[in-house]
Nanobody
Framework: QVQLVESGGGLVQAGDSLRLSCAAS????????MGWFRQAPGKEREFVST????????YYADSVKGRFTISRDDAENAVYLQMNTLKPEDTAVYYC???????????????????WGQGTQVTVSS
């Protein structure tokens, strides 16, 4: 069982930066692939970024590539999302998620993640 709690969201202006944090409970955090997803009003939840267990492999949605950076600190049981040069279209609720590695499923798909946080709102004004 893993419990996830996101923090760091807020209201910012276009071009600003935010750093989201996700604190995880449990002693097996290092065994999970961690991901960030987001959901804007009226839209489906979409993939933002993911990081594998070792932290050596990271993946990003094209829409955030070059602006967002995912990282993890297994000693702190935490995963982070550094978001730079924010745009109004980045406005959404951001969710942290965890999954056990499974080659049969895609880490881009929300349904492949077992555990989810409650989300944190990010609003970017123009």
């Amino acid at each position: 069982q893993v419990q996830l709690v996101e923090s760091g969201g807020g209201l910012v202006q276009a071009g600003d930066s935010l750093r989201l944090s996700c604190a995880a409970s449990g002693r097996t955090f290092s065994s999970y692939t961690m991901g960030w997803f987001r959901q804007a009003p009226g839209k489906e939840r979409e993939f933002v970024s993911t990081i594998n267990r070792s932290g050596g492999n990271t993946y990003y949605a094209d829409s955030v590539k070059g602006r967002f950076t995912i990282s993890r600190d297994d000693a702190e049981n935490a995963v982070y999302l550094q978001m730079n040069t924010l745009k109004p279209e980045d406005t959404a609720v951001y969710y942290c998620a965890a999954r056990k590695p499974d080659y049969r499923t895609s880490h881009y798909v929300p349904a492949s993640y077992e555990y989810w946080g409650q989300g944190t709102q990010v609003t970017v004004s123009s």
